[in-house]
């Protein structure tokens, strides 16, 4: 614990003299590079949580949180599987699901597609109205109409408009393992924008009864989709519903559907947090060096407290004090700002357009047009208490490079 007088002398070295300006003047460069490098990840890692939830939003508009699929999917009782789901705890809304992929034409142009077989009479509360339709009416998907709905890049790149047929070039398994291709004709009823590349140039919606009839699966779905109540809660409730079903089904969840781009994510924020925590370690090198100088120039004092009974500990304190306080500061300047700049960055952002007259992201490259932040308190308790340990840790050499100073050989010639 500290005593008073260690307190004290601790506090008093902070105090700059004439001949000591300059040991304070790499102080507060100290106290300044915490705070700049604390207020930097804050805001960074602020800044990379919104772009992650913007991609979760943008990937789950045209997905849902989880699935169950039987593996016998003719024998399914569909009705009954998706009232037990829609009955799970957490579970917002249930429906039917086929995907299918194949190749998609009109005219010409030949490209790759993967059509989402819905049930619109489900749909819409199932994607929260999360899908984007920039033409058309999912009510347009009727079954046995064959109507189509092209994602807005895909039906760009095949020239297709409303009212316009294609083509699909579906492969069809055989009884002999092997596969025919199927040519069926669909008629487009709209168009949407996920706001994801990866939707918009392959994605497209058809009846699921129309799927099920391309693809002769003797059943009226493949799996059962849901949409949790909390997206974070959907890879509980596949697992749950795994254990309750039984060996006959497979569930899956959106964490393991895009587990790629996220994976990517988590690592650009690890690295983006290594290499920004080189400003706190500067700092805390700057620390190091301050309070060495303070320790040679303070070495008679050292003696003097030495002579007058302080310990050795009793000088570690001291300067630890002193260095504690320099870099518990700049944590707590750095934690202030950060937070203050990181739930701003959604205003001051525009306005710096405004000013500049730069996009920092054009619409015609991104698809996210604003910067998104995303303040959360675990990422700040854990910069400040590593910058907190970080700083506390630096002032252990020079402190103890004081306590070993021998009274007798500083006093000697004094």
């Not at 300044?32 to 992650?52: H, K, P, Q, R």
């Not at 310990?311 to 944590?331: E, R, S, T």
């Not at 306005?351 to 047009?369: A, C, H, K, S």
Request: charged share 15%; no cysteine; net charge negative.
């Amino acid at each position: 614990m500290l005593n008073p007088v260690e307190l004290f002398v601790g506090l008093r070295y902070l105090r700059a003299k004439r001949r000591t300006r300059f040991v304070s003047f790499i102080t507060l460069i100290s106290l300044l590079g915490i705070a700049l490098g604390v207020a930097a990840l804050i805001v960074i890692l602020s800044v990379m949580n919104g772009f992650e939830g913007e991609l979760r939003s943008r990937l789950l508009s045209m997905s849902a949180h989880g699935s169950i699929s039987p593996l016998n999917a003719g024998s399914e009782n569909w009705g009954a599987l998706q009232d037990r789901v829609s009955l799970e705890p957490g579970v917002k809304a249930a429906a039917p699901f086929i995907e299918m992929e194949g190749m998609i034409q009109s005219g010409r142009d030949l490209v790759a597609v993967i059509v989402h077989g819905v049930d619109p009479a489900y749909e819409a509360a199932l994607s929260e109205g999360r899908i984007n339709l920039v033409e058309g009416d999912l009510a347009a998907l009727q079954a046995g109409e064959r109507g189509i709905i092209l994602g807005r890049i895909l039906a760009y790149s095949i020239g297709a408009r409303i009212g316009d047929s294609v083509v699909l070039l579906v492969p069809k398994p055989v009884g002999d393992g092997t596969v025919e291709p199927v040519l069926e004709r669909f008629v487009t009823r709209g168009i949407f924008e996920a706001g994801l590349q990866d939707h918009d140039a392959v994605l497209a919606l058809a009846h699921i009864t129309d799927v099920s009839n391309i693809l002769e699966l003797g059943a009226p779905a493949a799996s059962m989709r849901f949409r949790a109540e909390d997206v974070m809660a959907a890879p509980a409730i596949a697992q749950s519903l795994q254990a309750q079903l039984g060996d006959g089904y497979v569930s899956s969840d959106w964490t393991i559907e895009n587990g790629s781009y996220f994976r990517a994510i988590r690592l650009e924020k690890m690295m983006m947090s290594l290499i920004l925590s080189l400003i706190i370690g500067v700092a805390a090198f700057n620390i190091v060096a301050s309070l060495v100088m303070v320790v040679t120039d303070k070495t008679t004092d050292i003696a003097v407290l030495r002579t007058l009974g302080m310990a050795p500990q009793g000088v570690v304190k001291i300067f630890f004090v002193q260095g504690a306080i320099i870099g518990w500061l700049g944590v707590a300047v750095g934690v202030i700002l950060g937070v203050i700049l990181a739930l701003s960055v959604p205003t001051l952002v525009p306005m710096l357009e405004q000013l500049t007259g730069f996009q920092i992201m054009p619409g015609d490259v991104y698809y996210v047009t604003r910067i998104p932040s995303e303040l959360e308190l675990q990422d700040v308790l854990i910069i400040a208490i590593s910058a907190f340990i970080l700083t506390s840790l630096a002032t252990l050499y020079p402190a103890r490079r004081a306590a070993l100073v021998n009274p007798a050989a500083a006093l000697r010639y004094e």
